[in-house]
């Protein structure tokens, strides 16, 4: 590949359910990092092998964000969360590349702004916002239908992993 059609490629990742919270079986519950208390929060730990798997992913990119959609409130518990569990440190994102709006389909907003272009997400309508612009995308976790053909299901971290390195690869 020329250096003039060479592109960058830029990793985005969800938070809820996706780094933290992941489900083990499809649905759409509450957990206690939404609605307990900041101690139960903090407590609250990785989802199974995230951590792991984007310390050895995220060099593969030339830049990783965590882009999240929350209110104010769990924003910043979030932003708590990464540093009680030392996120960036642990990973490789930088504590400098969090990006959050209020509304799922605005993560669009952010992956353009960015040049994102793969992203881990746990919501299909996240995926239909970012499909034609993002061009690869990850459905991260239990599903309940199966996925369309243009997004690639991932329901573990592992997963994540073996399919970012096959989408490199080819």
Do not use: N, Y
């Not at 310390?55 to 593969?60: F, Q």
């Not at 199966?146 to 073996?162: G, I, K, Q, S, Y």
Request: proline fraction near 6%; include cysteine.
């Amino acid at each position: 590949m020329s250096p003039e059609t060479f592109v960058a490629q830029r990793l985005g990742v969800d938070f809820g359910r996706v780094i933290q919270g992941a489900a083990i079986a499809p649905g759409e519950a509450d957990t206690v990092f939404l609605s307990g208390g900041a101690e139960q929060a903090m407590a609250t730990p990785p989802s199974a092998d995230a951590f792991e798997v984007l310390a050895r992913i995220v060099p593969l990119f030339e830049g990783a964000w965590v882009i999240s959609k929350c209110g104010p409130r769990i924003e910043e518990r979030t932003r708590q969360w990464l540093d009680h569990h030392d996120f960036h440190g642990r990973t490789g994102i930088p504590r400098e590349h969090l990006r959050f709006c209020r509304a799922r389909a605005d993560k669009a907003i952010h992956c353009a702004e960015l040049g994102i272009t793969h992203m881990i997400d746990d919501r299909i309508d996240v995926h239909i916002a970012l499909r034609g612009s993002v061009p690869h995308l990850f459905w991260f976790g239990a599903q309940t239908a199966p996925p369309p053909d243009w997004v690639c299901a991932t329901r573990t971290w592992l997963d994540v992993e073996a399919a970012v390195i096959e989408r490199r690869a080819g």
